[in-house]
C-alpha cells in the first residue's frame, strides 16, 4: 500500500510536468495559427480572397507555372550550395541533404522570429553527423552571404531608380559603389586570418562563441576557386529570386523596374530579419510595399487607388512564395521516398 500511495503522488508531478512542457511547446504554434487567421480576415475584409485569386488568373498559367518552376529553381541552388560547403559530411548524399533544406525552410517559413534556424543544425547532426558548431557556423557563413547578395540586390535596385543620364555623376557614382559592394567578399577575404585573431585575442579563452568562431574561420575555403563556387551560387539565387518576384510584381501591375525589383527585395529583407512574422504573414507584403514606395519614386503614387493596388498585389505575390515552399518540401520528400524505396 505504501509503494502505491507513493506511486499515486508521483503521478500528478509527471502528469503536471508534462502539461506544462505541452503548454510551452503550444505558445508558438497558437500564435501562429491566430497570426494566420487574422492576416487571412483581414484580406477577406480588405480585398477579398476572390479577388487574389482573380488576380492570379490575371496574370495566366504560363506566368504562374514559371515562376514557380524558377522559385524551384532557387531551392535546388540552396541545397548545392550547401553540398558544396559540407562537401566532406555530405558527399553522396544530394537528394538527403535537399530534403534536410526543405524541411528547415519550411521550419524557418512557419514558425516565427527566425525561430526555424535552430533546426538546421540539428537537423544536420542527425542526418550527416555534423557536429552542431560545425552546422551553425556553416549557416552563420551562409547568412551572412546571403545578406550581402540581398543588399547587393536592393542597391542595383536603388542605383536604377536614379535613372542615369549621360553626365550625371551621382548616378554613375551609385553604380561604382554598387559594382565595388559587390566584389566586397573577395576583398575581405585576404584578411580574414588577420580579422579573425583580432576578435579571437578579445573572447573569453575557452568560451563558446570562441569555438563558434574558429568554426567560422576554418570553414571559410582556404582555395578561393571554392570560395568563388559558393558566393557564385548565393548571387544565382538571389538573382533569380528577385527577378523572378519582381516580374511576378510587374505582371500584377508595379510596371516601375526599381519599383518591381526593390518590392522583391524588401519582402525578401524582411523575411531574413527576426521580427519576420509566422508565414510572413503582413510582414511579407509590408516589405514588398516599404521596397518598392521607396524605390519607385514619387510618380509611381498618384492617389490611395495606386497604393491599394500595390498591397493587392503585394499580398498576391506573397501566396506565390507560400505556395512554392511547400510545393518544394512535398517534391523533396517525395524524392526522399523513392530513393528509400530502391
Known amino acids: 500500500m505504501a509503494t502505491d500511495n507513493g506511486d499515486n503522488r508521483n503521478k500528478p508531478d509527471v502528469i503536471g510536468a508534462d ?6 511547446i503550444s505558445w508558438p504554434t497558437l500564435v501562429g495559427i491566430a497570426s494566420v487567421i487574422a492576416y487571412a480576415a483581414f484580406v477577406q475584409f480588405v480585398w477579398g480572397w476572390g479577388a487574389i485569386v482573380t488576380a492570379w488568373q490575371g496574370v495566366g498559367f504560363g506566368p504562374l507555372v514559371l515562376s514557380l518552376t524558377g522559385l524551384v529553381v532557387t531551392y535546388l541552388i540552396r541545397a548545392w550550395r550547401m553540398a558544396c560547403y559540407f562537401h566532406e559530411e555530405t558527399a553522396g548524399g544530394f537528394v538527403r541533404l535537399f530534403r534536410l533544406t526543405q524541411i528547415y525552410n519550411l521550419l524557418n517559413v512557419m514558425l516565427p522570429l527566425r525561430s526555424g534556424e535552430a533546426s538546421f543544425p540539428l537537423l544536420m547532426k542527425r542526418e550527416f553527423a555534423v557536429s552542431l558548431s560545425r552546422a551553425t557556423a556553416g549557416l552563420v557563413v551562409m547568412r551572412l552571404l546571403d ?42 577575404y585576404p584578411a ?28 571559410i575555403p582556404d582555395d578561393p576557386a571554392r570560395l568563388l563556387q559558393v558566393f557564385a551560387m548565393t548571387l544565382l539565387n538571389w538573382a533569380v529570386k528577385i527577378l523572378v518576384l519582381a516580374w511576378i510584381l510587374w ?53 490611395g487607388v495606386a497604393l491599394d493596388a ?9 501566396m506565390l512564395i507560400v505556395v512554392s515552399a511547400f510545393a518544394v518540401a512535398a517534391l523533396a520528400m517525395l524524392l526522399a521516398w523513392r530513393m528509400r524505396r530502391h
Open 19 to 24: 502539461a506544462v512542457s505541452a503548454r510551452r
Open 147 to 188: 545578406l550581402h547578395a540581398l543588399l547587393a540586390a536592393g542597391g542595383f535596385a536603388l542605383a536604377l531608380s536614379l535613372a542615369p543620364s549621360r553626365g550625371d555623376v551621382t548616378a554613375w557614382l551609385a553604380w561604382l559603389i554598387w559594382g565595388l559592394f559587390l566584389l566586397v567578399p573577395f576583398l575581405l
Open 192 to 219: 580574414r586570418r588577420p580579422v579573425f585573431r583580432f576578435i579571437a585575442r578579445r573572447m573569453p579563452e575557452n568560451g563558446r562563441f570562441r569555438h563558434v568562431l574558429e568554426e567560422v574561420r576554418r570553414g
Open 251 to 303: 505582371l500584377l501591375g508595379i510596371t516601375h523596374p526599381a519599383g518591381a525589383i526593390g518590392g522583391a527585395f524588401g519582402g525578401e529583407l524582411s523575411a531574413i530579419l527576426p521580427f519576420h512574422a509566422p508565414a510572413g504573414v503582413g510582414t511579407y507584403p509590408a516589405g514588398i510595399v516599404a521596397g518598392a514606395a521607396f524605390l519607385s519614386g514619387p510618380g509611381l503614387f498618384v492617389d
Open 310 to 318: 500595390l498591397a493587392k498585389a503585394a499580398v498576391t505575390a506573397h
